[in-house]
């Protein structure tokens, strides 16, 4: 077991577990690495606001000199937003930024790392990790997590910068069940649509539900993956995507960027090069992803 010293739980946010009540989990990776200032802190807040009216309790997950942190206040979250010395910290890296004392944003992996210690269930985020395109195998961590960790994970299907198929063929083979959310196909973030397969198709919190506590009642222990399209009015026209991909993926490739930097080098890369087209499908599909976590934490305790 993890020493709960180490975990600062907000209070609202344990009152809310005490109770029962429904708490989403968010990433800071994204407000720290994945979006431009100062939209990253807007969008923070504004994600929070959603889960709020939705009826659920934003978590932002965090390291602030080396503690876990589930609950931001504004000035946790400003450093957070506006520093430039912040670590992007993996599952990894936890133990090194509790040793050492860091500040990081939390990936995907390490969010859903604190948030299930901390007893939350559902989690959103915009896009996550997966197999990388390119000649080294490059696995995101958020992978094997999703496979360890029985949560629901609400997100758009993994970042368009990387290999779909081979991220649709390691979910299935460490036996993650993927859910269109509203969809037939897998979402591909910035597109509505990937050509990959979900397992299954729910319209609705209550379907989630069922098949959330069935997997809990098999002693599943793998993550529910409920994949949600970007909102159609935001979505990244393709001819436009597949021109700002490949010229981010050349661009990484010259200049010789790799590991952690290179996601966020490549969504800089391509909402630049798209006049933030991609950006305001990010942001629209952040959003989106947050309301529907937040009606599926209802129903999960509602139920
Ligand atoms: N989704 C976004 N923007 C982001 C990320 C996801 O819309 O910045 C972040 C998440 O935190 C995810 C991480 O966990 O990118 C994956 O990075 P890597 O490929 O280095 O594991
Ligand atoms: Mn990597």
Redesign the pocket.
């Known amino acids: 077991m993890a020493n709960e010293k180490l975990f600062h739980i907000h209070r609202e946010i344990a009152a809310a577990l005490a109770a029962n009540k429904s708490v989403v989990a968010l ?1 800071s ?2 407000i720290a ?3 431009p200032r100062p939209q990253n802190i807007e969008t923070a807040q504004r994600l929070e606001e959603i889960v709020r009216e939705a009826g659920a309790i934003a978590a932002t997950i965090a390291v602030l000199d080396g503690e876990l942190f589930v609950g931001l206040d504004r000035e946790q979250l400003g450093r957070i937003g506006n520093n430039n010395d912040i670590e ?1 910290l ?1 599952a990894r890296d936890l133990p090194i930024a509790v040793a050492r004392k860091w500040n990081g944003a ?4 390490a ?1 859903m790392w604190i948030a299930h210690r901390a007893g939350i269930n559902v989690f959103a ?6 197999v ?1 395109r390119g000649p080294l195998p490059d696995v ?3 992978l094997p997590e999703l496979a360890r960790t029985p949560m629901i994970a609400v997100c758009s299907g993994a ?1 368009i910068v990387l290999d779909l198929p081979a991220t649709r063929e390691w979910l299935e083979t460490h036996s993650v069940t993927v859910i269109g959310y509203g969809c037939d196909e897998m979402p591909g973030f910035y597109s509505r649509l990937s050509g990959l397969p979900v397992d299954v198709r729910c319209d609705s919190p209550s379907e989630v539900l069922e098949i959330y506590r069935a997997q809990h009642e098999l002693g599943i222990q793998s993550a529910l993956l409920v994949t949600v399209p970007v909102p159609a009015e935001a979505e990244v026209d393709d001819s436009v995507l597949k021109q700002v991909l490949e010229d981010s993926l050349a661009e990484a490739e010259s200049q010789n960027v790799g ?2 930097d ?3 080098f490549l ?1 800089a890369g391509m909402s630049a090069k798209s006049e933030g087209a991609t950006l305001r499908a ?1 942001l629209a599909l ?1 959003e989106n992803n947050a309301r529907v976590a937040a009606q599926i934490a209802q129903a999960v305790h509602a139920g």
């Open positions: 990433e990776t994204v690495h994945g979006l992007k993996s939390t990936t995907v992996a969010t985020t915009g896009g996550i990790g997966g990388h995101s961590a958020d970042k590991g952690r290179l996601t966020p969504l990010n952040l």
